[in-house]
């Protein structure tokens, strides 16, 4: 699925964007988001960094995550709104991307990438 068009080009902050309707964000902490890329294929996955809040967001196909549970279920955040920067902002301050949005990320791969991490991760 394209990002592209989803994704504010402009060089401020947009308004918050409603998630569900063409994505859905999965926030975790950034230790955890940034173990789970290590176990992702590569690719151009949007991955947005809140340095302020220690997070990391994935943005999923929309309606996706309705049903999952993860086995820790303080790791796991889905969104209503969120606050993108534009595409071309990749360093703080402020949120940035850590890859470029060009297309959704599979949910089944993050799920599976998020589990390994989890099942690793002390608790």
């Known amino acids: 699925m394209d990002a592209i068009g989803v994704i504010p080009h402009s060089a ?3 308004p ?9 964000a999965i926030r975790v902490p ?3 988001g940034l173990a789970a ?17 220690r ?5 999923v196909p929309a309606g996706e995550t309705d049903d999952w549970e993860m086995p820790d279920g303080r790791i ?3 969104t ?10 990749n360093m703080p301050p402020g949120r ?5 949005p060009q297309r959704i990320t599979r949910l089944k791969l993050l799920r599976k990438a998020l589990e390994q991490v989890c099942s690793c991760t002390p608790h």
């Open 12 to 14: 401020t902050n947009s």
């Open 30 to 32: 950034r230790y955890i």
């Open 76 to 78: 796991l955040v889905v």
């Open 80 to 89: 209503r709104h969120l606050l993108v920067p534009p595409i071309q902002r």
């Open 37 to 53: 890329l290590t176990h992702l294929p590569a690719g151009d996955f949007p991955v947005l960094v809140d340095p302020v809040e």
């Open 55 to 59: 997070a990391v967001y994935f943005l």
């Open 16 to 24: 918050p964007n409603p998630t569900g309707h063409r994505w859905d």
């Open 96 to 100: 940035y991307w850590l890859a470029k």
